[in-house]
């Protein structure tokens, strides 16, 4: 009994000596983590800017520059983020303890993210207000009919002319030649032609819901209340579907990663049996293979690459933290990207029907009807839906359906910052939720300014700087800090004792020089390429363009930062010592993941046997001890000594854990 009692005060004096967050959780199956990533990688960009860049630059011979950008780009850098995540299993910032002077990379995940959800939750609200204004019997963005509709609405323009030529036509005297008649209709018909034609949905978008006037960037005006609960409601789903973490929103992309995909269905096949539609899909899919030579159609392929997978935005990896050890992420890797891909085809087919028929019906050509980002979702698009029978009904499911693929990606977002937080910080780690009340309650004030009377400079602005060229410097220095600098040779040696297999040299090719290379060029060609940011045709402040290169800063500075900082503050008396030190994994860094148990072995013999396996790692030593059976008895009991003990362990130490263990075991039966 003595053994019982002090085997009992030593748990309890563990219990009252433990500090910082509790263990980490892990995926309750591996079918959430893959709807999660797939809620997450597929997102707004897939309907509103794949379809459009498809148009743009080809048809379908875009489709051959963005497959090689996905072989040469796309699935070699997620396979490598989420082995990354999975062996080590912590945030995106504690991460980089495997190369201490490249933790600014951590903190730039953080920020790319923070901006991005600040705004990507402004176009849910969007999507929000546009959802419940579609429960009327007529859609208000549907006719002209409406107090905020002015004498430029497309409807009342035909109207006004026609009545004024056939005006001066009737009341025109006897005598009236042919010739003036003649002159009145050529009159009417370039007055008509000229007259600045605006549609309902344009006008219900900038006077009734924006009343934006004259407000621009340089005065954005009052706060549109209507939106401002919309944002405010948008985030507090944020916080209900991540209010346990992965264990609630692992249950929530249930409905948000797939319920889209049945909504897309339905428009695809309303779409297609519109009048016009086969119109608009061969604008779509008529490959022009003369834009296969121009730069341009290759980097808005890498570029969209980016945003489809969700590449360098740590998101990915925080995700692969919480799987088990031994899952099989390659597979995952695959999915994900052949998912993305298919989703953006997809939507290109509901859209491009959709937009085929409201060119026959308003009688402009596709080429000008076409729009990309906010100007397709809630402009070209809710005109097309109001002009369809039962138009309430498809516009609910298109603007749900909206709502789906944002929350989606959102709660990846979110939980990116709140993880890499509670990791990094032991304060924050012990009071999840209220790091989680915390973040969001910034990021709604944060928004405010986006749903203000000019509130759509402000977003358009974030959209274009947030996560554009800080995204490839990120991809970039990652590459460069496990291949080159914590070493290929150790990365592949994790993978594995995670998979059981080598990687193959060309993944190897892939993350050491093409993929990296590929991404310098991309850069290089952003600058050459580089072009003011403009609302529509209306250019920016000066001032304005900076604030948008500041905020694209933010997310970079940090990384070249940290790296003055560790290079100064290591130990060494020479650079080179300093750079050694600095690219050195911190102490503990390898044990900082639980390894699953080794699969377990029968009895080749009556009885139970000991064995001592030892695990060898590139930088740790894993002691697996196999104690007496209990129970039945035909199998091993397999167990893991805590960090400590797996610390440098010697001949001497190891017998004296292995008696330690065969003691607790036999107290553990007597218990």
């Given at each position: 009994?003595e053994?019982?009692?002090?085997?009992?005060?030593?748990?309890?004096?563990?219990?009252?000596?433990?500090?910082?967050?509790?263990?980490?959780?892990?995926?309750?199956?591996?079918?959430?983590?893959?709807?999660?990533?797939?809620?997450?990688?597929?997102?707004?960009?897939?309907?509103?800017?794949?379809p459009?860049?498809c148009?743009?630059?080809?048809?379908g011979a875009?489709?051959?520059?963005?497959?090689?950008?996905?072989?040469?780009?796309?699935?070699?850098?997620?396979?490598?983020?989420?082995?990354?995540?999975?062996?080590?299993?912590?945030?995106?910032?504690?991460?980089?303890?495997?190369?201490?002077?490249?933790?600014?990379?951590?903190?730039?995940?953080?920020?790319?993210?923070?901006?991005?959800?600040?705004?990507?939750?402004?176009?849910?609200?969007?999507?929000?207000?546009?959802?419940?204004?579609?429960?009327?019997?007529?859609?208000?963005?549907?006719?002209?009919?409406?107090?905020?509709?002015?004498?430029?609405?497309?409807?009342?323009?035909?109207a006004?002319l026609?009545?004024?030529?056939?005006?001066?036509?009737?009341?025109?005297?006897?005598?009236?030649?042919?010739?003036?008649?003649?002159?009145?209709?050529?009159?009417?018909?370039?007055?008509?032609?000229?007259?600045?034609?605006?549609?309902?949905?344009?006008?219900?978008?900038?006077?009734?819901?924006l009343?934006?006037?004259?407000?621009?960037?340089?005065?954005?005006?009052?706060?549109?209340?209507?939106?401002?609960?919309?944002?405010?409601?948008?985030?507090?789903?944020?916080?209900?579907?991540?209010?346990?973490?992965i264990?609630t929103?692992?249950?929530v992309?249930?409905?948000?990663a797939?319920?889209?995909?049945?909504?897309?269905?339905?428009l695809?096949i309303?779409?297609?049996?519109?009048?016009?539609?086969?119109?608009?899909l061969?604008?779509?899919?008529?490959?022009?293979?003369?834009?296969?030579?121009?730069?341009?159609?290759?980097?808005?392929?890498?570029?969209?690459?980016?945003?489809?997978?969700?590449?360098?935005?740590?998101?990915?990896?925080?995700?692969a933290?919480?799987?088990?050890?031994?899952?099989?992420?390659?597979?995952?890797?695959?999915?994900?990207?052949?998912v993305?891909?298919?989703?953006?085809?997809?939507?290109?087919?509901?859209v491009?029907?959709?937009?085929?028929?409201?060119?026959?019906?308003?009688?402009?050509?596709?080429?000008?009807?076409?729009?990309?980002?906010?100007?397709?979702?809630?402009?070209?698009?809710?005109?097309?839906?109001?002009?369809?029978p039962l138009a309430?009904?498809?516009?609910?499911?298109?603007?749900f359906?909206?709502?789906?693929?944002?929350?989606?990606?959102?709660?990846?977002?979110?939980?990116?910052?709140?993880?890499?937080?509670?990791?990094?910080?032991?304060?924050?780690?012990?009071?999840?939720?209220?790091?989680?009340?915390?973040?969001?309650?910034?990021?709604?004030?944060?928004?405010?300014?986006?749903?203000?009377?000019?509130?759509?400079?402000?977003?358009?602005?974030?959209?274009?700087?947030?996560?554009?060229?800080?995204?490839?410097?990120?991809?970039?220095?990652?590459?460069?800090?496990?291949?080159?600098?914590?070493?290929i040779?150790?990365?592949?040696?994790?993978?594995?004792?995670?998979?059981?297999?080598y990687?193959?040299?060309?993944?190897?090719?892939?993350?050491?020089?093409?993929?990296?290379?590929?991404?310098?060029?991309i850069?290089?060609?952003?600058?050459?390429?580089?072009?003011?940011v403009?609302?529509?045709?209306?250019?920016?402040?000066?001032?304005?363009?900076?604030?948008g290169?500041?905020?694209?800063?933010?997310?970079?500075?940090?990384?070249?930062?940290?790296?003055?900082?560790?290079?100064?503050?290591?130990?060494?008396?020479?650079?080179?010592?300093k750079?050694?030190?600095?690219?050195?994994?911190e102490?503990?860094?390898?044990e900082?993941?639980d390894?699953?148990?080794v699969?377990?072995?029968?009895?080749?013999?009556?009885?139970?046997?000991?064995?001592?396996?030892?695990?060898?790692?590139?930088?740790?030593?894993?002691i697996?001890?196999?104690?007496?059976?209990?129970?039945?008895?035909?199998?091993?009991?397999?167990?893991?000594?805590?960090?400590?003990?797996?610390?440098?362990?010697?001949?001497?130490?190891?017998?004296?854990?292995?008696?330690?263990?065969?003691?607790q075991?036999?107290?553990?039966?007597q218990?």
């Amino acid at each position: 009994m003595e053994r019982v009692q002090r085997y009992l005060n030593k748990r309890q004096e563990k219990k009252t000596q433990q500090k910082g967050p509790k263990q980490r959780a892990q995926w309750a199956s591996q079918r959430e983590f893959m709807l999660t990533c797939i809620g997450y990688a597929v997102g707004l960009g897939n309907v509103w800017r794949f379809p459009y860049l498809c148009y743009k630059s080809g048809g379908g011979a875009f489709l051959i520059p963005y497959l090689v950008m996905m072989c040469l780009i796309g699935f070699p850098l997620l396979y490598m983020e989420y082995c990354f995540g999975q062996y080590f299993g912590v945030g995106s910032i504690s991460i980089w303890g495997v190369c201490p002077m490249l933790k600014g990379i951590g903190i730039g995940y953080c920020v790319v993210n923070a901006l991005v959800s600040i705004y990507y939750n402004v176009i849910i609200a969007l999507s929000l207000y546009y959802l419940f204004a579609s429960f009327q019997a007529v859609l208000p963005w549907s006719n002209c009919n409406n107090e905020w509709n002015t004498d430029n609405c497309d409807e009342r323009v035909a109207a006004n002319l026609g009545g004024n030529a056939t005006t001066m036509v009737m009341n025109g005297t006897t005598t009236a030649s042919y010739a003036i008649y003649n002159n009145i209709t050529q009159a009417f018909n370039t007055t008509a032609s000229t007259a600045k034609r605006v549609s309902p949905s344009s006008e219900y978008w900038h006077r009734m819901l924006l009343d934006q006037g004259d407000h621009d960037i340089t005065d954005i005006g009052q706060l549109r209340w209507h939106l401002t609960l919309c944002l405010l409601l948008a985030w507090v789903f944020v916080v209900i579907f991540l209010f346990k973490g992965i264990k609630t929103s692992g249950k929530v992309v249930y409905f948000t990663a797939t319920f889209p995909y049945v909504m897309l269905t339905v428009l695809v096949i309303r779409g297609a049996t519109l009048e016009g539609a086969s119109e608009g899909l061969y604008y779509f899919i008529t490959p022009d293979w003369d834009k296969l030579t121009s730069p341009d159609v290759w980097f808005d392929a890498a570029t969209q690459l980016f945003y489809s997978t969700n590449i360098a935005w740590g998101g990915m990896i925080t995700m692969a933290s919480y799987n088990s050890f031994r899952h099989n992420c390659m597979r995952d890797a695959f999915v994900i990207n052949i998912v993305a891909y298919g989703t953006s085809l997809y939507a290109g087919v509901a859209v491009f029907s959709v937009i085929g028929y409201m060119s026959v019906k308003s009688g402009v050509p596709v080429k000008e009807v076409i729009d990309s980002g906010p100007g397709l979702a809630f402009i070209v698009y809710p005109r097309a839906l109001g002009l369809m029978p039962l138009a309430p009904l498809w516009s609910v499911l298109f603007f749900f359906m909206l709502f789906l693929l944002g929350i989606g990606s959102e709660i990846v977002s979110l939980e990116t910052v709140r993880t890499s937080i509670c990791d990094e910080f032991a304060f924050f780690g012990r009071r999840r939720k209220m790091t989680m009340f915390g973040l969001a309650i910034i990021f709604f004030l944060a928004g405010l300014p986006c749903v203000t009377q000019g509130g759509m400079y402000v977003l358009n602005l974030m959209d274009r700087y947030a996560a554009g060229f800080s995204l490839l410097v990120i991809a970039v220095m990652e590459c460069l800090g496990l291949m080159w600098f914590y070493k290929i040779e150790r990365f592949c040696s994790h993978i594995k004792e995670m998979l059981g297999f080598y990687p193959h040299i060309w993944w190897r090719v892939f993350w050491q020089f093409i993929s990296p290379i590929l991404i310098v060029v991309i850069l290089v060609f952003t600058f050459v390429r580089y072009k003011p940011v403009t609302y529509g045709d209306e250019p920016y402040p000066v001032w304005a363009d900076a604030l948008g290169w500041i905020m694209s800063l933010s997310s970079t500075i940090p990384i070249f930062v940290v790296i003055v900082y560790m290079l100064w503050k290591s130990n060494g008396t020479t650079l080179r010592e300093k750079f050694q030190t600095a690219i050195t994994p911190e102490k503990g860094m390898l044990e900082s993941r639980d390894r699953d148990a080794v699969p377990e072995k029968e009895d080749s013999g009556n009885g139970s046997e000991e064995s001592l396996e030892l695990v060898q790692g590139v930088a740790s030593t894993d002691i697996l001890v196999t104690s007496e059976n209990h129970h039945h008895g035909n199998h091993d009991r397999h167990r893991h000594l805590s960090k400590e003990e797996r610390k440098g362990a010697s001949p001497e130490t190891t017998t004296r854990l292995l008696n330690e263990n065969e003691e607790q075991t036999e107290i553990d039966n007597q218990v």
